[in-house]
C-alpha cells in the first residue's frame, strides 16, 4: 500500500526565515510525486510534479527535490503570503486511473 | 495550468434530501475526473473516479448508493449525495487531468443540518 509521511505538522517562520517540508513516502513504483499548496476553504493549487531521483524544480521562492524514499519542499526567504498548507502526493505506476495518494499536509505560517 | 470549476460553492440543505454538485473542466476535456472528501484539518480523501461513458469506480468504504457519480461529458461530471446527513457535512472537491498532473476545483462546501 502507497503510503506517504509528511514533516512537520505545522511550522512557524519569521519573513525572510529559510527552511525545508519534508515529504517521505513508499509506493511500489514511483510514477511521479506532486507537491501541491492550499489555503484554507479552497481548493489545492498545483505546483510541482518530480519524476526521478535527482529531478529538482524551482517557481520563485519554492523548490522542489525529490530522491528515491522522500522529497523536500525548500522556501527561500518566505514571505506572509507563502502561508498555507502544503501537500505532497504520489502516483504509482501500479495504480489504475492514475489515482494520488495524498499526506496529512504540513502547515506553514511566515509571520511578518 | 488548466482550470477546474465547481457549483456550487457551498450549499446548505435539510438532513434527508440529495444535493447536487458539479465539476466542469473548463479549457480541457477530461476522460477520467476524482472526487475526494476532506474534513477539518485532515488531507484529501479520494473518495470515486469518475469515468466519461461507464460507471464510476468507488473506493473501498464509500457508498455508491449514496454519492452517485455521472460523467454526462467530456467536460462535466456531477456528484449527488442522496438523502444526505450531518455526517455527509464536509468539503468536496474535485479534480481533473489534461495530462499527468491532477487539477484541483475550488471545492464545494456542504452543510447539512
Known amino acids: 500500500e502507497d503510503q506517504v509521511t509528511q514533516s512537520p505538522e505545522a511550522l512557524r517562520l519569521q519573513e525572510g526565515e529559510s527552511s525545508s517540508l519534508n515529504c517521505s513516502y513508499t509506493?511500489?513504483?514511483?510514477?511521479?510525486l506532486f507537491w501541491y499548496r492550499q489555503d484554507p476553504g479552497k481548493g489545492p493549487e498545483f505546483l510541482f510534479t518530480l519524476y526521478s531521483a535527482g529531478e529538482e524544480k524551482e517557481k520563485e521562492r519554492l523548490k522542489a527535490t525529490l530522491t528515491k524514499k522522500e522529497s523536500f519542499l525548500h522556501i527561500t526567504a518566505p514571505k506572509p503570503e507563502d502561508s498555507a498548507t502544503y501537500l505532497c502526493a504520489v502516483q504509482a505506476w501500479e495504480t489504475s486511473g492514475s489515482r494520488l495518494t495524498f499526506g496529512e499536509g504540513t502547515q506553514l505560517t511566515v509571520n511578518p | 495550468g488548466a482550470v477546474v470549476s465547481q457549483h456550487p460553492s457551498w450549499v446548505i440543505c435539510k438532513s434527508g434530501t440529495s444535493v447536487k454538485i458539479e465539476c466542469r473542466s473548463l479549457?480541457?476535456?477530461?476522460?477520467?475526473m476524482f472526487w475526494y472528501r476532506q474534513f477539518p484539518k485532515q488531507s484529501l480523501m479520494l473518495m470515486a473516479t469518475s469515468n466519461e461513458g461507464s460507471k464510476a469506480t468507488y473506493e473501498q468504504g464509500v457508498e455508491k448508493d449514496k454519492f452517485l457519480i455521472n460523467h454526462a461529458s467530456l467536460t462535466l461530471s456531477t456528484l449527488t449525495v442522496t438523502s444526505a446527513h450531518p455526517e455527509d457535512s464536509s468539503f468536496y472537491i474535485c479534480?481533473?487531468?489534461?495530462?499527468?498532473?491532477?487539477?484541483f476545483g475550488p471545492g464545494t462546501r456542504l452543510t447539512v443540518t
Open positions: 479549457d480541457f476535456q477530461a476522460t477520467t
Open positions: 479534480s481533473a487531468r489534461p495530462a499527468n498532473e491532477q487539477y
Open positions: 509506493v511500489s513504483g514511483l510514477r511521479g
